[in-house]
Every structure is written in structure tokens, then in C-alpha cells.
């Protein structure tokens, strides 16, 4: 089974800067696709970014674009988000997930992930 463990959340001040960690065992990710996804106190959970496990095709909520980065290491077999120019908005549970995607793009649905992490807490205030 494909395992995932995110890393790296934190707090920041407005405009600050984050990188999460999305560390892959069980399973190569070569044929997976990831995808973050967060979730804010009385909101559902909601796509963020994802790419693809074979051609790295990346795509990105609109709300995140241009200040976030998804980016994948097979070597280490780990995806990452660099999220820059943070807002207090962008404060939420931040979690990674994937599924077997073959060679296909990766999907903005949560409904296609079945494998997810436990989740790591990213506030921002003042």
C-alpha cells in the first residue's frame, strides 16, 4: 500500500513562506498521482494542486496560482509545494494524497484519491 507523511507546516506572518513535504513509501510514484488538498475549521476539504505521476503535468486552484509551486523528486520519491506570498486565508489542515493514475493526468477530484496523509497544520496571522 502507498504510504504518505506530510512534513513541514508551521506558522508564518502574512507574505511569509512555507514548504510541505509529501513523502512516498510502499510504492514508487512513478504511476501515482498527488494532489494536496486543505481544509479550514467549518469548510470542506478542497483541491489545492496536483501533478501527474508520469509526465508531470501540474495544475492549480486558482486562488493558489502563482504563489504556489507543486513539484516532485523520484529520486526521493517525495512531492512538495513551495507556498509563497501566504495569506491568513491560506490557513488550513494541508494534506497530500494520491492514487494509481497510470499514464493519465492527475485529477482535481477527491473523489479519485484513496490514499492520504495524516495532514499538517499551516496558520497564517499576524
Known amino acids: 500500500q502507498l504510504q504518505l507523511v506530510e512534513s513541514g507546516g508551521g506558522w508564518v506572518h502574512p507574505g511569509g513562506s512555507l514548504r510541505l513535504s509529501c513523502a512516498a513509501s510502499?510504492?514508487?510514484?512513478?504511476?501515482?498521482?498527488i494532489g494536496w488538498f486543505r481544509q479550514a475549521p467549518g469548510k470542506e476539504r478542497e483541491w489545492v494542486s496536483c501533478?501527474?505521476?508520469?509526465?508531470?503535468?501540474?495544475d492549480y486552484e486558482d486562488s493558489v496560482k502563482g504563489r504556489f509551486t507543486i513539484s516532485r523528486d523520484n529520486a526521493k520519491n517525495t512531492v512538495y509545494l513551495q507556498m509563497n506570498s501566504l495569506k491568513p486565508e491560506d490557513t488550513a489542515v494541508y494534506y497530500c494524497?494520491?492514487?494509481?493514475?497510470?499514464?493519465?493526468?492527475?485529477?482535481?477530484?477527491?473523489?479519485?484519491?484513496?490514499?492520504w496523509g495524516q495532514g499538517t497544520q499551516v496558520t497564517v496571522s499576524s
Open positions: 494524497a494520491g492514487y494509481y493514475s497510470g499514464t493519465y493526468a492527475a485529477s482535481m477530484d477527491i473523489n479519485e484519491y484513496d490514499y
Open positions: 510502499g510504492f514508487t510514484l512513478d504511476y501515482y498521482a
Open positions: 501533478i501527474s505521476g508520469s509526465d508531470d503535468r501540474r
